[in-house]
């Protein structure tokens, strides 16, 4: 019985694979048609963005089994520009953090842009691609950082450098920190969970899951800037780890 179980999700899950791939082109061409049609007069390519969101979310929308907890979306000022961090769980925190309808950029690593359409569509929202093992990459991260940050594009950025393998917070990196003090702009901590179970092995989608973005107060800039970029980091990193261990505390 077990072993007919572990094929029925498998099956299903290849299916579930199969549709996203089927729709994923679909929308990818939706996402060509509204880049041509804003490229030449919506220079921050927010247009684009939000179709990116509405495509993101199609895929948690249409499965019921996929419930989601919101909580502190009123701290988000859409009109500001901030520094976005987050606990990295999974893939599956790309679409998550979508749900936040805020305007921004990922900074994601250079990888991804070899995927197929996921990775087109960052080329085409221009988003920071970063190569982890590289020096000059990093470099040249801060120096786009700050660029965007100061056109008014917020960055999202996962400090933790990669996913966590047990769905415990781990230490940061301080580049989110450093673009957050040069370009004197607020950080806006998020916390994630329960995507890390989507995924409970390679290739299988688990159809029922609680999942819940907690978005914390933003810390000010003269806050920010009271800190060395050490204390600053690991400031933020006990933060969105005590708040973690709250939502989860069976993984700590």
């Not at 048609?33 to 990116?52: E, M, N, Q």
């Not at 594009?153 to 920190?177: W, Y």
Request: aromatic letters at 12%; charged letters at 20%; glycine letters at 4%.
């Amino acid at each position: 019985m077990k072993s007919l179980s572990t094929i029925s999700k498998y099956v299903i899950s290849t299916l579930l694979w199969i549709f996203v791939a089927i729709t994923a082109i679909l929308f990818f061409i939706g996402d060509l048609v509204v880049w041509f049609s804003t490229f030449w007069w919506d220079r921050r390519l927010k247009a684009v963005h939000l179709y990116s969101s509405y495509w993101a979310m199609f895929y948690i929308w249409i499965n019921p089994g996929w419930k989601i907890k919101t909580e502190g979306f009123e701290m988000i000022d859409k009109k500001m520009t901030y520094v976005i961090v987050s606990n990295h769980q999974s893939a599956f925190d790309i679409l998550l953090l979508y749900r936040l309808f805020t305007y921004f950029k990922w900074v994601a690593k250079k990888e991804l842009a070899k995927v197929p359409v996921i990775g087109w569509n960052l080329i085409l929202n221009r988003c920071i691609l970063l190569d982890r093992g590289s020096q000059a990459s990093a470099k040249k991260m801060i120096a786009s950082g700050l660029k965007n940050l100061h056109t008014g594009n917020s960055l999202l950025i996962f400090p933790e450098g990669t996913r966590s393998k047990d769905g415990q917070v781990k230490r940061f990196k301080e580049g989110a920190f450093l673009l957050a003090q040069q370009a004197k702009v607020p950080i806006l901590p998020v916390v994630i969970e329960g995507s890390k179970d989507i995924f409970p092995s390679p290739g299988v989608i688990n159809l029922r899951q609680r999942l819940q973005i907690r978005v914390l107060k933003p810390i000010p800039v003269d806050e920010i800037l009271r800190f060395s970029l050490a204390d600053l980091t690991n400031q933020v990193n006990s933060l969105i780890t005590e708040e973690h261990r709250k939502m989860a505390p069976n993984k700590y």
